[in-house]
Nanobody
Framework: QVQLQESGPGLVKPSQTLSLTCTVS??????????WSWIRQPPGKGLEWIGY?????????SPSPSLKSRTSISRDTSTNQFTLQLSSVTPEDTAQYYC?????????????WGQGTQVTVSS
């Protein structure tokens, strides 16, 4: 079955760019029926969808004011990875970050998730 694994630094300084990579195994990120999402959960709060990248490389981002214009998602099909970059981070971006697979023909259900990685924004 497909597996997703997040990787990246656990500590980022304010104003810097957060960069995380999701490595997908046992499933190609170019498979037409799936998209690939980033989601986060700040401490004590609910899940927040950040954005996704489609099987053809098109990106969609959350319009949330807390994320708008700071998010970039890209992919490397040769390594079957996709990457999140979040610029100009503040302590409010401290969260557990997850990558997940999206079933585009099943109500955009997020059916497989990585275990998550904690990112703390602090000087």
């Amino acid at each position: 079955q497909v597996q997703l694994q997040e990787s990246g630094p656990g500590l980022v300084k304010p104003s810097q760019t957060l960069s995380l990579t999701c490595t997908v195994s046992a499933g190609s990120i170019t498979t037409n029926e799936y998209y690939w999402s980033w989601i986060r959960q700040p401490p004590g709060k609910g899940l927040e969808w950040i954005g996704y990248i489609t099987s053809s490389g098109i990106t969609y981002y959350s319009p949330s004011p807390s994320l708008k214009s700071r998010t970039s998602i890209s992919r490397d099909t040769s390594t079957n990875q996709f990457t999140l970059q979040l610029s100009s981070v503040t302590p409010e971006d401290t969260a557990q970050y997850y990558c997940a697979r999206v079933r585009r023909y099943n109500d955009y259900d997020h059916d497989y998730w990585g275990q998550g990685t904690q990112v703390t924004v602090s000087s």
